[in-house]
Structure formats: C-alpha cells, structure tokens
C-alpha cells in the first residue's frame, strides 16, 4: 500500500542516528504516537471517499502495539485488519479502493491521508524528541 515518507523528519532522525537512538524506547514511542495519527487520517479519509458500507473495513484500520525491525529498520505497519462478515479481507478492500479497476474509479483516500499526516506525526515525533532530550 502506500508508504510514509520521511521528509521534515529528517532533522529528528539525524538527531536520534547521532546518538545512537534508532531504536529503543524512545524509538519505539515515537513510531507508535505516529502510527495513532495515521490510522486515524486512513479513517477520516475513508469516512469522506465514502468508503464505509458495513464500517467492517474502517473500523479494522489499526497497527500492532508493537514495531518491528528488518534488516536495519525498524518500523510499524498500519492496514486494515481481518476480514469482515463474508470472509473478505479488509486490507484488499482497502486496496482496490485506494487504486481503483476497471469498474471502479480511485479514491487514493490513503495517498490523501498520509499526506494530511506528515505534519501531526512530525510535531509529534519532535514532541517526543525533545522531551527525551530534557527540553521540554
């Protein structure tokens, strides 16, 4: 689906490589206080493409309580979850949405909400950053 990008936080995570906290607590805290802004933008976003049928789709959007890392990266995935009363999975509704076929046109409803995102994940990352650092 789509991917988060990192640009403003950029000044952040310098910050953290330099003193060696790209993982850890801090880390750990900063991705989960961004996943919660971002689920709830996927939701706000779905809400107005008109996404919400059954709501068994905006109400899976969430995130493990938990990051992960890959290789050198550690990160949190947010998507649908589950599947809804008929045994389709919510994450490929969410994606035909999002992208459209033949019969249906594009939302690009999670395109729109990482974008709405970016400056409340930001703020908040820079929120935990600086508490971290004693300067708030």
Excluded: C
Aim: aromatic residues 6%; hydrophobic residues 40%; glycine residues 10%.
């Amino acid at each position: 689906m789509a991917r988060f990008d990192t640009s403003g936080l950029d000044d952040v995570l310098r910050e953290m490589e330099a003193a060696g906290e790209l993982v850890g607590e801090t880390a750990d805290e900063m991705l989960l206080a961004g996943a919660q802004v971002v689920s709830e933008e996927w939701k706000r976003a779905a809400r107005e493409a008109g996404l919400v049928d059954t709501g068994a789709m905006l109400g899976s959007i969430g995130y493990p309580r938990k990051p992960t890392t890959a290789g050198d990266v550690r990160s949190i995935d947010i998507y649908p979850q589950g599947k809804d009363e008929r045994g389709i999975r919510n994450v490929e509704k969410a994606f035909v949405n999002h992208y459209g076929t033949s019969r249906l046109p594009a939302t690009h409803f999670i395109d729109r909400a990482d974008e709405r995102s970016a400056p409340r994940v930001q703020a908040a990352f820079e929120e935990i950053w600086d508490r971290h650092l004693g300067r708030r």
